[in-house]
T-cell receptor
Framework: GAGVSQSPSNKVTEKGKDVELRCDPI?????LYWYRQSLGQGLEFLIY????????KSGLPSDRFSAERTGGSVSTLTIQRTQQEDSAVYLC???????????FGDGTRLSIL | AQKITQTQPGMFVQEKEAVTLDCTYD???????LFWYKQPSSGEMIFLIY??????QNATEGRYSLNFQKARKSANLVISASQLGDSAMYFC??????????????FGSGTRLQVQP
């Protein structure tokens, strides 16, 4: 596709369940980022993948959060044992090279009941 | 300390007028990049303009220009000839570091711009 694609666009789940969010970056983009946007917290960096390098996980808020990027392309963000404070919009972005502008997907709106 | 500060939570502008959205930043890096993004009510983040710390000229992209004052650590966004479609949230962001340093963006809290007919 032409842009960053995220799925699902909306996810409602019960507290304690695990969720998986998917990001399909722009073809050829080597860098991929996950951010979280919530009321009162703004936009927060979660994790960054660059090529085959080890990911920068410094933004993950707890060990319930993990992400992987397979084949240098699609990425999955997993949240285990979801809590109500995990409710937010999760945004994925990619860039051709690490220092270039990041292009964002439309996000996944996650609601924890 | 806040790395990106946007002091205007909300701004109003008349259609066809110019508006300046303020952004100040804090970094000890010599190499960094400054970005502006637009987020309409639909939620997508749209890249508008980029300024590198070593760029001598202010960046321009159509009706958008970036007033970069390095000594003051400010990177204000100027939108000329405002249009109703410019109504949105605007975020200033910074990428610090060079080489293999982290490339994630640090965002400001945003400014909500409303363009009035």
């Amino acid at each position: 596709g032409a842009g960053v694609s995220q799925s699902p666009s909306n996810k409602v789940t019960e507290k304690g369940k695990d969720v998986e969010l998917r990001c399909d970056p722009i073809s050829g983009h080597t860098a991929l980022y996950w951010y979280r946007q919530s009321l009162g917290q703004g936009l927060e960096f979660l994790i960054y993948f660059q090529g085959n390098s080890a990911p920068d996980k410094s933004g993950l808020p707890s060990d319930r959060f993990s992400a992987e990027r397979t084949g240098g392309s699609v990425s999955t963000l997993t949240i285990q044992r979801t809590q109500q404070e995990d409710s937010a919009v999760y945004l994925c972005a990619s860039s051709l090279l690490a220092h270039q502008p990041q292009h964002f997907g439309d996000g996944t709106r996650l609601s924890i009941l | 300390a806040q790395k990106i500060t946007q002091t205007q939570p909300g701004m109003f502008v008349q259609e066809k007028e110019a508006v300046t959205l303020d952004c100040t930043y804090d970094t000890s890096d010599q190499s960094y990049g400054l970005f502006w993004y637009k987020q309409p009510s639909s939620g997508e983040m749209i890249f508008l303009i980029y300024q590198g710390s070593y760029d001598e000229q202010n960046a321009t992209e159509g009706r958008y220009s970036l007033n970069f004052q390095k000594a003051r650590k400010s990177a204000n966004l100027v939108i000329s000839a405002s249009q109703l479609g410019d109504s949105a949230m605007y975020f200033c962001a910074m990428r610090e570091g060079s080489g293999t340093g982290r490339r994630a963006l640090t965002f400001g809290s945003g400014t909500r711009l409303q363009v009035q007919p």
